[in-house]
Nanobody, 115 residues
Framework: QVQLVESGGGLVQAGGSLRLSCVAS????????MGWYRQAPGKQRELVAS???????EYSDSVKGRFTISRGNAMNQVFLQMNSLKSEDTGVYYC?????????WGQGTQVTVSS
């Protein structure tokens, strides 16, 4: 089992920056991909960015060039640096970890971008 705890959300003006952090605990040795998803009100949860244990990254087209995902040296942390934030980036951001093909989720952290 894997437990995920996110931090770093908040309220920011459009054009500003936020950094999200997620720490995994439990059976972390089996984690391959970690990533961030978000869910806006009335919309489905969508992938924002992900990074594999080998360092391969994937980004949603809507955040390319503005967001950067990275893993910590201990490989049980994942970060999301969000720059040039837009109002449409508002939502609940969830940390995700894939452990032997199973998905685990954090409790979510709210990001609100005011225009």
């Amino acid at each position: 089992q894997v437990q995920l705890v996110e931090s770093g959300g908040g309220l920011v003006q459009a054009g500003g920056s936020l950094r999200l952090s997620c720490v995994a605990s439990g059976s972390i040795f089996g984690i391959n991909t970690m990533g961030w998803y978000r869910q806006a009100p009335g919309k489905q949860r969508e992938l924002v960015a992900s990074v594999t244990k080998g360092g391969n990254t994937e980004y949603s087209d809507s955040v390319k060039g503005r967001f950067t995902i990275s893993r910590g040296n201990a490989m049980n942390q994942v970060f999301l640096q969000m720059n040039s934030l837009k109002s449409e980036d508002t939502g609940v951001y969830y940390c995700n970890a894939v452990y032997f093909g199973m998905n685990f989720w954090g409790q979510g952290t709210q990001v609100t971008v005011s225009s």
